[in-house]
């Protein structure tokens, strides 16, 4: 597994293409509504976003994108609107993991889990251990997941491991419990949907990541929207606390090339 970097602590590389793409996928109830369909359809149309996404990212040389699947807070949502949520999850799973894992990708789930049915983690947990062994992208689905909570149970499980750095620690020595420990931050943060917040989503992860926010819903969400993200990205000069002339003699990171994705995902 890569490994981890933190925007605050190491200056990163410039690259042409992100690293890591993270994605709160908003719209999906307001893109049914505005053709008078069930919520649940937005949802539905949401997921067929997500596999275009996930190739068009491949085809980018994204190596990371973790999406904003079911917050901590939607639990708030209509009763009905949350069972539906929750059994989609479980259906994707269920059709979804064996095609991520014969294009090579590697799937995860981060979030309190503990809120879930034991099918649903039973369901999860095979996901990861089949694809686990592989690179071609690392895919994460944040579900029942906060920021809020990521900082809590992180400094929860330093206080069990290393009881003895509670009285003075570093970002290093809280880092490796977060639950994206295995992933650099994020370097372009996209939200769809006409939003303009972060909502609770990798607030450590995200402190130097560029920020992309849309008015196109998630379902129309497609390969040329996440090129003109993309696009956006390259114009911004990401300083990590610099100022622009130390920037003039840095080399460019290429990144990958493109690859082709099989007929089969």
Same mark, same amino acid.
């Given at each position: 597994?890569?490994?981890?970097?933190?925007?605050?602590?190491?200056?990163?590389?410039?690259?042409?293409?992100?690293?890591?793409?993270?994605?709160?996928?908003?719209?999906?109830?307001?893109?049914?509504?505005?053709?008078?369909?069930?919520?649940?359809?937005?949802?539905?149309?949401?997921?067929?976003?997500?596999?275009?996404?996930?190739?068009?990212?491949?085809?980018?040389?994204?190596?990371?994108?973790?999406?904003?699947?079911?917050?901590?807070?939607?639990?708030?949502?209509?009763?009905?609107?949350?069972?539906?949520?929750?059994?989609?999850?479980?259906?994707?799973?269920?059709?979804?993991?064996?095609?991520?894992?014969?294009?090579?990708?590697?799937?995860?789930?981060?979030?309190?889990?503990?809120?879930?049915?034991? $099918?649903?983690?039973? @369901?999860? #947990?095979?996901? +990861?251990? =089949?694809?686990?062994?592989?690179?071609?992208?690392?895919? *994460?689905?944040?579900?029942?997941?906060?920021?809020?909570?990521?900082?809590?149970?992180?400094?929860?499980?330093?206080?069990?491991?290393?009881?003895?750095?509670?009285?003075?620690?570093?970002?290093?020595?809280?880092?490796?419990?977060?639950?994206?420990?295995?992933?650099?931050?994020?370097?372009?943060?996209?939200?769809?949907?006409?939003?303009?917040?972060?909502?609770?989503?990798?607030?450590?992860?995200?402190?130097?990541?560029?920020?992309?926010?849309?008015?196109?819903?998630?379902?129309?969400?497609?390969?040329?929207?996440?090129?003109?993200?993309?696009?956006?990205?390259?114009? $911004?000069?990401?300083? @990590?606390? #610099?100022?622009? +002339?130390? =920037?003039?003699?840095?080399?460019?990171?290429?990144?990958? *090339?493109?690859?082709?994705?099989?007929?089969?995902?």
């Amino acid at each position: 597994m890569p490994q981890s970097l933190s925007s605050t602590r190491e200056i990163l590389g410039k690259s042409i293409i992100p690293r890591h793409i993270a994605i709160v996928m908003d719209g999906n109830g307001r893109w049914a509504k505005k053709r008078f369909l069930p919520r649940v359809t937005g949802h539905r149309k949401g997921v067929e976003a997500v596999r275009g996404i996930i190739k068009a990212c491949i085809e980018q040389g994204v190596e990371f994108l973790t999406l904003f699947a079911f917050s901590s807070e939607n639990w708030r949502r209509p009763e009905e609107e949350v069972t539906f949520l929750l059994q989609l999850f479980v259906n994707t799973l269920e059709h979804e993991v064996a095609k991520l894992n014969e294009n090579g990708i590697c799937f995860k789930v981060i979030g309190d889990l503990s809120k879930f049915d034991a $099918r649903t983690v039973t @369901f999860i #947990r095979q996901g +990861e251990e =089949l694809t686990a062994n592989n690179n071609r992208l690392i895919f *994460t689905v944040a579900a029942n997941y906060g920021g809020r909570w990521d900082i809590m149970q992180a400094i929860q499980k330093m206080m069990i491991h290393s009881p003895g750095l509670m009285e003075n620690f570093e970002e290093a020595d809280l880092a490796k419990y977060f639950a994206m420990s295995y992933a650099p931050d994020p370097d372009l943060f996209i939200r769809t949907g006409g939003e303009c917040r972060i909502s609770n989503f990798l607030l450590w992860q995200l402190a130097y990541a560029e920020l992309y926010f849309t008015d196109t819903l998630w379902p129309d969400f497609d390969a040329h929207a996440l090129d003109l993200a993309i696009k956006s990205y390259q114009q $911004r000069e990401r300083r @990590f606390g #610099r100022i622009s +002339e130390q =920037l003039q003699n840095m080399p460019v990171e290429k990144g990958m *090339t493109k690859i082709a994705i099989k007929k089969n995902f």
